[in-house]
């Protein structure tokens, strides 16, 4: 993990779930992210083909077929560099590569994007703007996204999102697995 429990729980002002069913699989800090949607006005998108129990608190659920997960990630990056919503500052000063992911993503429209992954691309430009508006955002995945054969692509392209919004070294930020052991997470 990039960020503590406690700052993802205090200082996240919204928060992206991937293949996580947090409240189950987690409930301490399921627990802790609607007490941050109640208490603080979070923001939750759900990004899961299942409606699982987090559904009832996001803004937004992404219900994309499996194993479309790099599609919807490069749909919501491409959205945030074609509307200028990304964060060219911290682009700029603290990452590289910049101008080839957005080459690739560049194919990745909302359209295209909803044609691989089924989400309508209206949700696809509404996550993405709710994203790049409630700053800091904390990234929460679990093995629903690193138990496929594109696992390793999954966790890289979450990483590249984090950036392009700037919520990288940032409390309430991060890109943050959530692992199904105790010991496992807290060496994460």
Request: some cysteine; proline content about 4%.
């Amino acid at each position: 993990m990039t960020n503590s429990i406690q700052d993802i729980a205090e200082d996240a002002q919204s928060y992206f779930i991937i293949g996580s069913n947090t409240t189950e699989n987690h409930p301490v800090i399921g627990m802790r992210i609607r007490q941050a949607v109640k208490q603080r006005g979070a923001k939750i998108i759900v990004a899961d083909p299942r409606r699982i129990p987090i559904t009832e608190y996001a803004t937004l659920h992404l219900k994309h077929l499996p194993g479309t997960d790099v599609a919807l990630l490069n749909g919501l990056m491409h959205v945030l560099i074609a509307e200028d919503l990304y964060d060219k500052d911290f682009v700029a000063e603290r990452t590289e590569g910049f101008e080839d992911l957005k080459a690739m993503v560049d194919c990745y429209t909302p359209e295209v994007a909803e044609e691989i992954t089924g989400v309508p691309a209206a949700d696809i430009r509404e996550a993405a703007r709710i994203m790049a508006a409630t700053r800091p955002g904390s990234l929460l995945y679990a093995m629903g996204i690193t138990q496929h054969t594109s696992g390793h692509q999954n966790v890289l392209s979450c990483a590249n999102l984090q950036m392009l919004l700037g919520n990288m070294g940032v409390a309430g930020g991060g890109v943050n697995p959530l692992r199904g052991q105790n010991n496992v997470q807290g060496a994460c």
